[in-house]
Structure formats: structure tokens, C-alpha cells
């Protein structure tokens, strides 16, 4: 049998002649895409870093058409294809494990607003322009992440939630219509699936098939402002966080952050380093209320920006995006972070810090029900981050380890499906595993009351 590389070479060549794309073996292109944002997490630095594990080749499509016409070339000579947007996933799960082809989908670009509101993109357009596209024609795309710039298919493969994550829940609720989608069974189609048959494509990776397009669904536009608030103590913090969902209209974003995490957000002004940071994306009539609450709890209105693209730099420091930019500033010291949730950050954090020996800070999202947290310490070992998961379980918060590359939603159907339309388990070689070897458990369980 010829080895991946000599089999990839074969399926170039064949995707050359076809002309399905442009095909690129150079060195320093293929390292920058075998790698994504694992660098985020120090498990992961050790177990994948840049340069472990690279594909053989980088194909680059610019038509939908020619993505089966790719698959169809590695289904026939044996070549695993590890898809990519752009590439900031940060549990690993766009390294090519085994090689073969990196199916690079950033040239998939088309937007088009359909007639009932829903917008339908090629995998590789950014949100960012998706957005504004939206926005153009008097609608709001439901939700998208802190890294807008990330591809639509890279959010729906393997993304989650984000800003309108209030209202619209997650990735997996409503938030998707319909996906097109290359199987890697050799039959060189594309095909489309609406509703619940789309789930299989959620959040799983591309394990079950290639995103070629996908339908979003869309509100009509909203007015909405950036607030900026903050407090004295972490009480009068969470009296106001928790209040926000009975609002008339949801806010799109509430992100709150202790002092420690404060000083090293890139707000348009500065954040007083030793209060704890309320930001709020807020539908415009809701401003003054959410300001009054704030003031009621003893808290200070820092500003109130009723401008949209205030709204994007507030919504690039939510999610994960604050420890980034703390990792970014100490990089002398190593952090983690666990992506955690439940009413007991309202109640009693301290039950939660004690989980890795007080020494924590917390960054906080609102979520439908309860908050969404990133928990972040000071890294030591693996071993130390793992053990803590059952002690979240303790003290009632959902937990899920952002330090492994495994699909950890819908497996069992992922796997049904891949069965179908990836036979041969070419598709992102190494994510999908009916028992992953560490700890993997989505059990945030805080989006939907
Ligand atoms: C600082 C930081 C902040 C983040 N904030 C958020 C956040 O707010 N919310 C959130 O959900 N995530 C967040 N993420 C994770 C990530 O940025 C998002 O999920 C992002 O939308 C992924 O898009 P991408 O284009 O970069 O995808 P990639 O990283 O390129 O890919 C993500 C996964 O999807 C697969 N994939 C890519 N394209 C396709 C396709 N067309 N078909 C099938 N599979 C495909 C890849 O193989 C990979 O497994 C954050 C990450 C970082 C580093």
C-alpha cells in the first residue's frame, strides 16, 4: 500500500488536472494551516503543537462544485481530508492527525439574504461579513462568536455560541435552517438537509461530511447599544447579571469579569483595574433600565454607546476572549481555563473557586438561564485540570474540558451518520470516538431553562 503522502499526491494531481481548486505543498503554508487556537490551552500545546502533525498538501476551493469533485479524488485514492475555516477553533479539532489533504474553505465566500429573511453563506464567509451584509437588509444574524472573523462553517462545525447566545441559545438551536453538505462516500454530490436531519453536521467537526453552504436564520434588525459598567464587589456584580433576563427585550451579550481580568481588555476606554466589569450589549430601549439597576446596586455607568460598531469591540471581549488577552499579556506564567456554567456563580462562587484552591478568576456570560463561566487558573499539570471536573459536577456547575479534540456532541448520531457518509472514516481523522480516553462530558447544562 503507498504511503498517505504518496496516495495525496495522487489525489493532487487528480484535483489539479480537474481543476477543483488550488492545490499548494508548500512548506510554510502547510504548517500555518495543520495548526489552529490550541495554543490556548497548555494541554494542548504539549499534546499538538505546531509542527506535530501536518497535512500533506492544502487544497483551496473557489466554487462549491469542486469540493465533491475533491472528495470524490481522496475517497478514490484513500486520503483523509481535515477541513478548515479560519482555523480559530482552539481545541485542536482541525489538526490533520493523519495527513493527507488540509481542505482549506476560506474562498467560499457567497451571501445571499433569502426572500423569508434566512441567509444562506458558503462555508468560508466570515460572520463579520455576513454581518454586515445582515445588517445592510435590516436583519440580525441570531448569534456568532467573540472570533467574528471565523468562518460560518468553522462556528457551525465547530463552534457553539456567542453574542444573541441569550435570546437564540446555541449552534445546535434553531440557529441553523439547512446545510449543504460533500459526503466522502465516492459519490461526488452535494446534499442538502433541513431542520433535525442538519444535526449530524453540528458541532461535530466535519467528521460526518464537508459544510459547503449553510442557511442562518435572522431577526429584523434590533437598535443596539454598548454599556459598560462596573462595581465595587463581586455581589453587587452578579445582583445585576442575574436580573438581565427578565429585560422586554434580551440583551445580545452580558459579559462580567472580576478585577483581575480586567486590566487587559481592549475597551475604547479605560477599565478601572480594580473593579469588577459589567458590559452589556443592549437592545436601545433597555438601556436606561439596565443603567438604573446598575446605579441601584451601588454600581458606576462607565459609558453608554449606542452605536453598532461598539457592539462588535464589546462583543470581541466576551467568551474566551478574556483569557486570551490575559495570556497574551503574562505570557511568563502559564494559564488555563475551564469552560464551566450554572447558577452557583451567582450564589456561590466561592464553592467554585475552592476547586482549584481559591486561586481562580471568573469571567462570566449570560446565557438563557443561568451564566455561561471560564474559569481560569495557573496551569500545573493535566492531571490537576482533570481531577477538577468531578468537583464541578459537586457543587452543581456543568462542566466541559476545552483541553481535548473529540466530538463531544451528538456522538452516537455522529457516528450513525459517519458510518453512511464517510465509510471509510477518512473525514478529520482522530476526533470521533465512542469513548474518548479523557474526560470530554458537554455538560455545561446551562443554555435552556
Ligand atoms: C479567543 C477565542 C475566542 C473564541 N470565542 C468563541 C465564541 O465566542 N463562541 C464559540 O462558539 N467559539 C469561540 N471560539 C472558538 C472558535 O473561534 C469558533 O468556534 C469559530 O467560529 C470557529 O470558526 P473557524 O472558521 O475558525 O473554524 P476552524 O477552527 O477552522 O474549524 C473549527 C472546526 O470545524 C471544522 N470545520 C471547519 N470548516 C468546516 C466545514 N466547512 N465543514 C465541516 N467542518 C468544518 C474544523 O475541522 C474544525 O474541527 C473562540 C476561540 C478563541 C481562540
Same mark, same amino acid.
Given at each position: 500500500m503507498p504511503s498517505v503522502a504518496e496516495r495525496t499526491a495522487l489525489a493532487a494531481a487528480e484535483i489539479t488536472r480537474l481543476g477543483a481548486g488550488a492545490v499548494s505543498t508548500e512548506p510554510?503554508?502547510?504548517?500555518? =494551516?495543520?495548526?489552529?487556537?490550541?495554543?490556548?490551552?497548555?494541554? &494542548?500545546?504539549?499534546?499538538?503543537?505546531? %509542527?506535530?502533525? &501536518?497535512?500533506?498538501?492544502?487544497?483551496?476551493?473557489?466554487?462549491?462544485?469542486?469540493?465533491? @469533485?475533491?472528495?470524490?479524488?481522496?475517497? !478514490? +485514492?484513500?486520503?483523509?481530508?481535515?477541513?478548515?475555516?479560519?482555523?480559530? #477553533?482552539?481545541?485542536?479539532?482541525?489538526t490533520p492527525f493523519d495527513g493527507g489533504i488540509l481542505l482549506d474553505l476560506r474562498d467560499l465566500r457567497s451571501i445571499t439574504v433569502n426572500a423569508g429573511g434566512t441567509i444562506t453563506a458558503g462555508a468560508g464567509a466570515p460572520l463579520t461579513e455576513i454581518d454586515k451584509v445582515a445588517r445592510a437588509a435590516g436583519r440580525d444574524i441570531w448569534i456568532f462568536p467573540s472570533t467574528k472573523g471565523s468562518t460560518v462553517g468553522g462556528f457551525v462545525g465547530g463552534g457553539s455560541a456567542g453574542t444573541g447566545t441569550i435570546e437564540h441559545g446555541t449552534t445546535s438551536d434553531g440557529f441553523v435552517v439547512s446545510v449543504t453538505v460533500a459526503p466522502m462516500d465516492g459519490s461526488g454530490r452535494l446534499i442538502t438537509h433541513r431542520g433535525a436531519d442538519a444535526t449530524p453536521y453540528i458541532h461535530t467537526y466535519g467528521v460526518t461530511g464537508i459544510l459547503v453552504d449553510v442557511e442562518i436564520r435572522t431577526d429584523p434588525a434590533r437598535e443596539w447599544s454598548a454599556l459598560y459598567a462596573d462595581f465595587a464587589t463581586y455581589a453587587e456584580l452578579v445582583a445585576v447579571h442575574r436580573t438581565l433576563l427578565d429585560l422586554p427585550v434580551l440583551p445580545r451579550l452580558a459579559s462580567a469579569d472580576e478585577p483581575a481580568l480586567v486590566p487587559t481588555l481592549p475597551a475604547p476606554m479605560e477599565l478601572d483595574p480594580t473593579r469588577f466589569s459589567l458590559r452589556v450589549i443592549a437592545e436601545s430601549s433597555t438601556s436606561e433600565e439596565i443603567l438604573s439597576r446598575v446605579r441601584a446596586e451601588n454600581g458606576r455607568v462607565v459609558a453608554d454607546l449606542p452605536d453598532y460598531a461598539e457592539t462588535d469591540t464589546l462583543s470581541g471581549m466576551s467568551y474566551n476572549h478574556p483569557v486570551y488577552f490575559l495570556q497574551?499579556?503574562?505570557?511568563?506564567?502559564?494559564?488555563? +481555563?475551564?469552560?464551566?456554567? #450554572?447558577? @452557583?456563580?451567582? !450564589?456561590?462562587?466561592?464553592? =467554585?473557586?475552592?476547586?482549584?484552591? %481559591?486561586?481562580?478568576d471568573l469571567h462570566l456570560e449570560l446565557m438563557g438561564s443561568a451564566p455561561l463561566a471560564m474559569v481560569v487558573a495557573q496551569y500545573e499539570s493535566e492531571e490537576k485540570v482533570l481531577a477538577g471536573m468531578p468537583?464541578? !459536577?459537586? =457543587?452543581?456547575? #456543568? =462542566?466541559?474540558?476545552?483541553?481535548?479534540?473529540?466530538?463531544?456532541?451528538?456522538?452516537?448520531l455522529a457516528i450513525a451518520t459517519a458510518k453512511v457518509t464517510d465509510p471509510k472514516g477518512l473525514l478529520n481523522p482522530g476526533k470521533l470516538v465512542a469513548s474518548p480516553p479523557v474526560d470530554t462530558r458537554l455538560t455545561i447544562g446551562v443554555l435552556r431553562p
Amino acid at each position: 500500500m503507498p504511503s498517505v503522502a504518496e496516495r495525496t499526491a495522487l489525489a493532487a494531481a487528480e484535483i489539479t488536472r480537474l481543476g477543483a481548486g488550488a492545490v499548494s505543498t508548500e512548506p510554510a503554508l502547510v504548517a500555518k =494551516v495543520s495548526s489552529d487556537w490550541s495554543r490556548m490551552s497548555p494541554v &494542548l500545546q504539549e499534546k499538538v503543537p505546531p %509542527g506535530r502533525y &501536518l497535512a500533506d498538501v492544502v487544497v483551496r476551493p473557489t466554487e462549491p462544485g469542486q469540493v465533491p @469533485v475533491i472528495l470524490k479524488a481522496a475517497f !478514490d +485514492h484513500d486520503v483523509p481530508v481535515t477541513p478548515r475555516g479560519a482555523g480559530t #477553533g482552539n481545541y485542536g479539532q482541525a489538526t490533520p492527525f493523519d495527513g493527507g489533504i488540509l481542505l482549506d474553505l476560506r474562498d467560499l465566500r457567497s451571501i445571499t439574504v433569502n426572500a423569508g429573511g434566512t441567509i444562506t453563506a458558503g462555508a468560508g464567509a466570515p460572520l463579520t461579513e455576513i454581518d454586515k451584509v445582515a445588517r445592510a437588509a435590516g436583519r440580525d444574524i441570531w448569534i456568532f462568536p467573540s472570533t467574528k472573523g471565523s468562518t460560518v462553517g468553522g462556528f457551525v462545525g465547530g463552534g457553539s455560541a456567542g453574542t444573541g447566545t441569550i435570546e437564540h441559545g446555541t449552534t445546535s438551536d434553531g440557529f441553523v435552517v439547512s446545510v449543504t453538505v460533500a459526503p466522502m462516500d465516492g459519490s461526488g454530490r452535494l446534499i442538502t438537509h433541513r431542520g433535525a436531519d442538519a444535526t449530524p453536521y453540528i458541532h461535530t467537526y466535519g467528521v460526518t461530511g464537508i459544510l459547503v453552504d449553510v442557511e442562518i436564520r435572522t431577526d429584523p434588525a434590533r437598535e443596539w447599544s454598548a454599556l459598560y459598567a462596573d462595581f465595587a464587589t463581586y455581589a453587587e456584580l452578579v445582583a445585576v447579571h442575574r436580573t438581565l433576563l427578565d429585560l422586554p427585550v434580551l440583551p445580545r451579550l452580558a459579559s462580567a469579569d472580576e478585577p483581575a481580568l480586567v486590566p487587559t481588555l481592549p475597551a475604547p476606554m479605560e477599565l478601572d483595574p480594580t473593579r469588577f466589569s459589567l458590559r452589556v450589549i443592549a437592545e436601545s430601549s433597555t438601556s436606561e433600565e439596565i443603567l438604573s439597576r446598575v446605579r441601584a446596586e451601588n454600581g458606576r455607568v462607565v459609558a453608554d454607546l449606542p452605536d453598532y460598531a461598539e457592539t462588535d469591540t464589546l462583543s470581541g471581549m466576551s467568551y474566551n476572549h478574556p483569557v486570551y488577552f490575559l495570556q497574551q499579556a503574562h505570557p511568563e506564567r502559564s494559564w488555563f +481555563h475551564m469552560e464551566t456554567g #450554572g447558577t @452557583v456563580y451567582w !450564589d456561590d462562587p466561592d464553592a =467554585v473557586r475552592a476547586i482549584y484552591d %481559591g486561586q481562580v478568576d471568573l469571567h462570566l456570560e449570560l446565557m438563557g438561564s443561568a451564566p455561561l463561566a471560564m474559569v481560569v487558573a495557573q496551569y500545573e499539570s493535566e492531571e490537576k485540570v482533570l481531577a477538577g471536573m468531578p468537583r464541578f !459536577d459537586a =457543587v452543581g456547575a #456543568g =462542566v466541559h474540558s476545552p483541553h481535548q479534540w473529540y466530538v463531544d456532541r451528538n456522538v452516537g448520531l455522529a457516528i450513525a451518520t459517519a458510518k453512511v457518509t464517510d465509510p471509510k472514516g477518512l473525514l478529520n481523522p482522530g476526533k470521533l470516538v465512542a469513548s474518548p480516553p479523557v474526560d470530554t462530558r458537554l455538560t455545561i447544562g446551562v443554555l435552556r431553562p
